[in-house]
C-alpha cells in the first residue's frame, strides 16, 4: 500500500467500527482486512472480560490459510495473556529463542499490543507474521493509528452496545438480588430491645455491608461496614467480609478480636487490589444493656438519650481494613438506658446531597430520630427513610446509604 492507499485502509477501518455497538460480528471483518492488507498469516483480537476484569475473551480471529502452525491459536492465547501481565507493546518481535515460548521453534514474528482506552486495558491485538516474508513489518508507521482506533472501538463495544448492555444488565440485577438475599430478613428477637435495619445502594449493587445476628450466647451481633468503591468489585468484599465476620463474631469473641482477625484475613487480598473496608463491629448483650464495639475507621455510633433529649457519640478510632496486616483494634463498652437510641451508619447517610449540594448530615439525623424517639426502632427508622427521601429529591444518589437503630425498652 501507499501513503494513499494507507489512509483509505484506515478509514474503511474507522467507517467499520462505528457500526461495531450494534454487530461485533463487524470485528471478524476488520480482523480478516488487516491480516490480508498485512500480509499476515494470523491476527485476533481479544477483549477483557466484562465484569470480572480477569483474563480475557478471544473476539475475533482469522487466519490467512490452513497451512499454519497447528499450535498457532493456542499460541495465540498465551501470548495475550504474556502481553496482559507484562504490560508488553510488541512490534515485529521474533518468538524464537524467547524462554517463554520455547514450543516455537520456527521464525514467527508477532505484534502483540495492549488496547488501552482511558487509562483502562481494553483488550489485546495480535498480528502474526511469517518470516518468511520480506515485508512482514511493512506499514508498521500505521500500526499505532489503527491500535489506537480499534482500542476506541473495543472500548465503545464494551461498554455501550446492545448485547452487552442487556448481559450487563441482567448479570448485575442477578447479582443485586444476591446480595439483597444477604440482608437479614427476620431480624432476631431480644427481650427489651427493638431493631430497625435499612439499606440502599446507590447502584444495581453496593459497597455497604449491614448484618444482624444472634451470637451462641444469645447476645446480638450487629456490623456494619463501607468498600471503597462500587459496582461488582465492592459488592465481591462485602459479601467476604460478613462470612469471615460471621464465622469469627458467633463464639462472642470481643469485638476487637473480630475485626483483628478480619482485617488478617483480608489484609494481602485487599492491598494487592489497593482496596479498603471501614467496619465497625460490636455486640449488645440484653441482660446488662451493653453494647460493646470496636471500629476500623468506621463512623462511631450515637446514642439518643431519649429522657434528656441529648445526643452521645463516641470517638473511638481504628485503622481500616487493609491498612496493614498487624494493625491490633480496641474495644469499648456504653451502657444504655431505658428508652435509649443507638444508631449505627454509614456516610452515605450524612452525606446524601440534595439538588443544590447540600449534604443530609448529622445534625438532621439527629433531629429526626429525637423528634420521634417515643417511637419504636421500625417507626424512627420509616420517618428517618422518609425524611432522607424528601432531602434527596430527584438528585442522582452517590453513595450506598445503610443505617441500624436500637431502642432500648422495658
Not at 68 to 85: E, G, N, R
Not at 346 to 353: K, N, P, Q, R, Y
Request: proline share 3%.
Amino acid at each position: 500500500m501507499n501513503e494513499c492507499e494507507e489512509y483509505k485502509f484506515l478509514y474503511n477501518i474507522c467507517s467499520q467500527l462505528i457500526k461495531v455497538q450494534d454487530n461485533k460480528e463487524i470485528f471478524n471483518t476488520i480482523i480478516h482486512d488487516l491480516c490480508t492488507s498485512f500480509g499476515a498469516i494470523a491476527s485476533s483480537l481479544w477483549i477483557v472480560n466484562t465484569l470480572d476484569d480477569v483474563g480475557f475473551n478471544r473476539i475475533a480471529y482469522y487466519q490467512s490459510s490452513q497451512n499454519v502452525h497447528s499450535f498457532l491459536p493456542t499460541l495465540d492465547f498465551k501470548l495475550t495473556h504474556f502481553t496482559a501481565k507484562n504490560k508488553l507493546n510488541l512490534i515485529c518481535y521474533n518468538l524464537k529463542g524467547d524462554c517463554n515460548f520455547k514450543e516455537v521453534t520456527d521464525d514467527i514474528h508477532i505484534t502483540s499490543s495492549p488496547l488501552v482506552v482511558k487509562n483502562e486495558l481494553i483488550g489485546i491485538l495480535n498480528i502474526w507474521c511469517n518470516s518468511e516474508d520480506p515485508n512482514r513489518c511493512r506499514h508498521i508507521d500505521l500500526l499505532p493509528k489503527i491500535i489506537g482506533e480499534i482500542g476506541h472501538g473495543l472500548y465503545n463495544y464494551k461498554y455501550y452496545s446492545n448485547d452487552q448492555s442487556k448481559r450487563i444488565k441482567k448479570e448485575l440485577e442477578f447479582a443485586g438480588k444476591v446480595q439483597h438475599n444477604l440482608l437479614p430478613k427476620n431480624l432476631p428477637e431480644i427481650k427489651g430491645l427493638s431493631i430497625a435495619i435499612r439499606s440502599r445502594m446507590a447502584r444495581e449493587v453496593g459497597g455497604d455491608y449491614v448484618d444482624v445476628f444472634k451470637t451462641e450466647r444469645n447476645n446480638l451481633g450487629i456490623a456494619i461496614g463501607d468498600v471503597m468503591g462500587k459496582g461488582i468489585p465492592a459488592a465481591l468484599w462485602t459479601t467476604v467480609a460478613r462470612a469471615i465476620l460471621r464465622v469469627t463474631a458467633k463464639a462472642d469473641s470481643l469485638p476487637h478480636l473480630v475485626l483483628n482477625e478480619v482485617n488478617l484475613q483480608l489484609f494481602e487480598d485487599m492491598a494487592k487490589q489497593e482496596m479498603f473496608l471501614t467496619l465497625l463491629y460490636g455486640w449488645y448483650e440484653p441482660f446488662s444493656h451493653t453494647f460493646i464495639f470496636s471500629s476500623a475507621g468506621h463512623h462511631n455510633p450515637i446514642i439518643i438519650h431519649s429522657q434528656s433529649g441529648e445526643y452521645e457519640k463516641f470517638n473511638l478510632k481504628g485503622l481500616f481494613i487493609g491498612g496493614r496486616p498487624d494493625t491490633k483494634y480496641k474495644s469499648k463498652g456504653i451502657r444504655l438506658n431505658k428508652d435509649d437510641i443507638l444508631i449505627i451508619y454509614s456516610d452515605g447517610l450524612i452525606e446524601a446531597v440534595n439538588d443544590q449540594d447540600q449534604q443530609f448530615g448529622l445534625n438532621n439525623l439527629i433531629e429526626v430520630v429525637i423528634r420521634n424517639s417515643f417511637y419504636k426502632a421500625t417507626e424512627i427508622m420509616d420517618s428517618l427513610w422518609l425524611h432522607l427521601g424528601q432531602h434527596i429529591g430527584d438528585h442522582v444518589q452517590l453513595d450506598d446509604i445503610s443505617c441500624i437503630i436500637l431502642k432500648v425498652g422495658e
